[in-house]
Each structure stands twice: as structure tokens, then as C-alpha cells.
């Protein structure tokens, strides 16, 4: 009885761990790219516009007896731009703070997520592997799981973890380009 429901637990496992750790990196991903935004406000599009209306007018004035207008508006035009740079650069440090609290919530998230995981199914196999097909590999991937088993190779929580991660970083990273 118990074999069986080692075997169901085992069977389930592999599929059921991948997919949380799809979910954790898929999280992580979508709040770095999210994070990385640097969002557009009215006022800067406004303070923009500006900008491009006074360097407009500027060169629009290209006669000799109005270059000291002509100056006054480009020198309106840096301040308004150094104006911008200063709004900017205060956008993305808030950002920076919100993104490195969000950073550090998912790192621990993915800690305790691979810890919980690693205690469950420390010597319980998650997976069957023909030997055939994990030749060189079999004692790596069986490690804390038992060893072989009716010619299959029985996963370890480990190297599972291992791969599920780097798998599921790779399709992350396709899905988010």
C-alpha cells in the first residue's frame, strides 16, 4: 500500500514541483520587467513639450538682431531640461527602493518554496528515468532518491530543482523578449 503511494506521490511530483517553480521564476520575471519601466507622467510629457516649443522658437530666431532672444530661449530650454533630468532621476530611485523591496521578497519566497520542497521529498523520488536515457548521468540524478529501481533511474529532489529552474528560466526569458 505504501509502495503505491510513493509511486502516485512520485508520479505527481515531478510535474507538480516544475510548475511552481514556472510560476516563482514567471513572478520574478514579470516583476523585473515591470520594475525595469520607467513610467511616463503628464507633467513630464508637458515639461517635454516645452522643451521642444522653446528650441523650436530658438532657432526659428536666426537673425542677428534677435540671437539675445534667441539665447534667453535656449537657456530656458536647458533649465527646463535640467528640471527634467532632476524629476527623472528622483522617478527612478523610488523605482530602484520599490524594485530592490520586491527583489527581496521573491528571493525569499524561493527560498522557503525550495526548502518546504527539499524537506517533503528529501528521500522520496520524484521521477522514474529509463537508465537508458540518463546513462552517464544516473547517480547524479538519483542522488538522496534511492538509486535504481526495475532499470529506471528514480530523480532526486535536487537534481529536480536544478533542472526545473534552469528550465524554467529558459522559457521565462523566451516568453518575456
Not at 528521500?123 to 532499470?151: C, D, T, Y
Amino acid at each position: 500500500m505504501e509502495e503505491s503511494m510513493v509511486k502516485l506521490e512520485g508520479s505527481v511530483a515531478a510535474p507538480m514541483i516544475f510548475f511552481i517553480v514556472v510560476a516563482v521564476q514567471y513572478l520574478s520575471r514579470y516583476v523585473e520587467i515591470n520594475m525595469s519601466r520607467v513610467s511616463v507622467n503628464a507633467g513630464e510629457l508637458q515639461l517635454r513639450a516645452e522643451i521642444k516649443q522653446l528650441l523650436k522658437e530658438a532657432n526659428a530666431m536666426s537673425q542677428p538682431s534677435t540671437f539675445a532672444q534667441a539665447a534667453k530661449l535656449r537657456r530656458m530650454a536647458a533649465a527646463k531640461e535640467q528640471e527634467l533630468v532632476k524629476n527623472h532621476e528622483k522617478l527612478r530611485k523610488e523605482m530602484k527602493s520599490s524594485y530592490d523591496s520586491h527583489t527581496k521578497t521573491l528571493i525569499i519566497l524561493k527560498f522557503l518554496m525550495y526548502l518546504l520542497l527539499i524537506i517533503w521529498f528529501w528521500r522520496i523520488p520524484v521521477a522514474s528515468i529509463p537508465k537508458q536515457l540518463v546513462q552517464p548521468f544516473g547517480k547524479i540524478l538519483s542522488w538522496r532518491a534511492g538509486g535504481h529501481m526495475n532499470e529506471n533511474v528514480m530523480v532526486g529532489i535536487i537534481p529536480w530543482l536544478i533542472f526545473s529552474t534552469r528550465v524554467s528560466k529558459l522559457i521565462c526569458r523566451k516568453i518575456f523578449k
